[in-house]
């Protein structure tokens, strides 16, 4: 079995009601076939979520063929989660997707991961979403506030070392100097988010909460550290509100979620 469906598949009575939903042989094993006839039946990307299939109105398709089911050496770093997720969490990760996504799964002993990234794909030269677990699995990215939480990793790193790099991925990306008012980030040289990826993520990160049901929730538009109660009260934070040592998406934010309350559902 193809390891992207090993979770799904723990469910057979679910997987054979969606097969017979969706009007494919109801044999009880989600694979390939029953995801392309779900994706037709829905008619818009899915994604799995806390161990089901649920249509999503996202910017591109989801891609599941990265999967951090379990490494090669057979480390898993996720837990079951026992409850629905309360919030999105939002960090950088990587130079682009698939290389976020290959120092997750070269991650031996450090127990990082993560259920979404978003970004470029230098291969295909094109914006992608990977996920990586089902939200049902709680992924280590943000301590304490994992088991509340669905990691979204945004893929373009913001040191300004990675410039060379970063820039031929990302052209509308800028090397500037951080004027947020945060000891964190001022003064800071870095790279800053340009349109295109920022509006892509945007549109995932709305169409993530209203799939996952925490549209009624406000997004965090606080620079503030939270503990994890309160930033279980909001749909989408920032790494950055988990902890004082972390900055992550700080020069970002106003891009990424800030004003989505305020906004009609999509940009």
Avoid at 81 to 90: A, E, F, M, T, W
């Amino acid at each position: 079995m193809l390891e992207q469906f090993k979770y799904i598949n723990k469910d057979k009575d679910y997987v054979r009601e969606l097969q017979q939903e969706v009007g494919t042989v109801a044999d009880g094993i989600y694979g390939p076939a029953t995801h392309a006839k779900a994706r037709e039946y829905f008619d818009m990307p899915i994604m799995f979520h806390m161990g089901k299939v649920v249509p999503i109105d996202a910017p591109c398709e989801i891609d599941i063929s990265a999967s951090l089911y379990e490494l090669d050496d057979g480390t898993k770093n996720w837990y079951e989660r026992k409850k629905n997720p309360d919030s999105i969490c939002v960090h950088w990760g990587g130079l682009n997707t698939r290389h976020c996504y290959n120092v997750f799964n070269m991650s031996k002993g450090r127990h990082v991961s993560s259920h979404f990234l978003v970004g470029f794909n230098h291969k295909k030269q094109c914006m992608e979403i990977l996920q990586c677990l089902d939200t049902g699995q709680a992924a280590y990215h943000a301590g304490k506030f994992n088991r509340y939480s669905i990691g979204v990793d945004i893929c373009m790193h913001p040191e300004a070392k990675y410039w060379e790099k970063t820039k031929g991925w990302y052209p509308d990306a800028s090397l500037e100097v951080c004027k947020i008012p945060d000891s964190r980030v001022k003064g800071r040289k870095m790279v800053m988010i340009g349109d295109e990826l920022a509006e892509f993520s945007r549109r995932f990160l709305d169409s993530l909460r209203f799939a996952v049901d925490l549209e009624s929730k406000p997004v965090c538009e606080s620079l503030d550290v939270l503990s994890v109660s309160d930033a279980r009260e909001y749909s989408i934070v920032g790494h950055h509100n988990l902890s004082a040592r972390k900055w992550d998406v700080i020069p970002w934010v106003e891009k990424l979620y800030y004003g989505l309350d305020d906004e009609s559902r999509f940009i």
